[in-house]
């Protein structure tokens, strides 16, 4: 049943990308289509095939993502299909997907993430859901914001049409909620927010969880295509590769700012080719945003009224599901939040606060 999807997605990868040239390069290649053969033609595979039947020939096609895709054929059909990566000339795995997959145990490790992510459920709600009083509206908040669980779960496994409408419900009253705490008239007495749990256990909590989380990401989390190419898009100014060009087999995803901060991880950990099993850039960037993060979370409780405040917004970060699974995904989600929690940080300057929300923008 494996070979379904691959079949098909090479198909319609064939339907898109028009047969080069034999010896012309395409624009922004480095290997033209001849030399992509003679890569495929090395291996293992296609040596036993041609063994057996001689009139078996490979065709190059450019795929998408700076690919080559060689297609070999003989008088019966399709036998074969190898992918080559452009500029490194390496043979990629095969994939059912157009862009080149890491080798992340996501996917594998999907049921254990889940049940992480329904613990830290329960420890959220465990610190900060008020059983003496439940029909507080900081008791509401949280149970809305942990309502899009049911969303995530559910298109997780395969039923869009029913795990989309389930977001709107919460994204209404989060809306209608910050409407009504905009309007009315200011109450600065005592905090939103509240645990019944001291300075001391949010301190060794949040200890735990921030070293879980780290865990996690390095043992389950794996990297899609927006962590590469957030990768890929530090190794071109690392490399001196153009950022933007018009071909669109090229990873020209997102913005300069998100690509200079992928670039010091990088820069210790290159980007050697198309295929990585584990890609430490990616996994390093996500858990650093992660973590800043918590510390601007710290700074900035403190600075609005203590240090304990400053805990339990760490702490709550921390705990919630929604951003653990951001992290072991490795995006470059991870930016966004870390922007907007410094420009808060940094309100009492407009300067500073211009400069912040203009590169989280």
């Not at 989060?174 to 001391?200: E, V």
């Not at 099993?277 to 996500?286: F, I, W």
């Not at 805990?311 to 929604?322: G, I, V, Y």
Request: aromatic fraction near 10%; charged fraction near 15%.
């Amino acid at each position: 049943m494996r070979a379904l999807p691959i079949a098909i997605a090479c198909a319609l990868l064939l339907l898109l990308a028009a047969p080069a040239a034999a010896a012309e390069r395409p624009p922004h290649f480095w290997h033209t289509a001849a030399q992509a053969v003679a890569i495929a033609d090395k291996q293992p595979m296609v040596r036993r095939l041609a063994a057996r039947d001689p009139s078996l020939r490979g065709r190059a096609h450019v795929a998408d993502l700076g690919l080559w895709l060689v297609v070999y054929r003989d008088a019966r059909g399709v036998k074969a299909r190898v992918q080559v990566e452009d500029r490194t000339g390496d043979v990629l795995e095969q994939s059912p997907y157009a862009y080149p997959r890491t080798g992340g145990r996501l996917g594998s490790a999907r049921v254990n993430a889940e049940l992480i992510a329904l613990a830290l459920t329960i420890v959220l709600l465990g610190f900060f859901f008020d059983f003496r009083r439940p029909l507080r509206w900081r008791n509401v908040d949280l149970v809305a914001l942990l309502s899009l669980g049911a969303a995530v779960a559910l298109f997780d496994r395969g039923h869009p049409l029913v795990a989309v409408p389930l977001v709107y419900p919460p994204l209404v009253y989060l809306g209608a909620r910050l409407a009504w705490l905009g309007f009315r008239r200011a109450d600065r007495s005592g905090s939103p927010l509240g645990t019944w749990a001291g300075n001391r256990v949010l301190v060794v909590g949040l200890a735990a969880l921030v070293l879980g989380r780290i865990a996690a990401n390095l043992l389950i989390g794996g990297v899609g295509d927006v962590g590469y190419a957030s990768v890929f898009g530090a190794a071109s100014i690392h490399e001196g590769w153009p950022l933007y060009v018009a071909d669109h087999a090229h990873l020209d995803t997102y913005g300069p700012i998100t690509y200079l901060a992928y670039l010091p991880f990088e820069l210790i950990w290159p980007l050697k080719n198309l295929v990585h099993g584990y890609l430490p850039a990616a996994h390093a960037a996500a858990i650093t945003f992660d973590v800043l993060t918590m510390l601007g979370l710290l700074i900035l409780g403190s600075r609005l009224r203590d240090r304990r405040l400053g805990l339990m917004l760490a702490f709550a970060w921390a705990a919630c599901p929604f951003t653990f699974l951001t992290l072991i995904a490795n995006t470059n989600d991870g930016l966004v939040p870390l922007f907007v929690v410094a420009a808060l940080v940094a309100f009492s300057s407009p300067v500073r606060r211009g400069i912040l929300i203009g590169l989280g923008a």
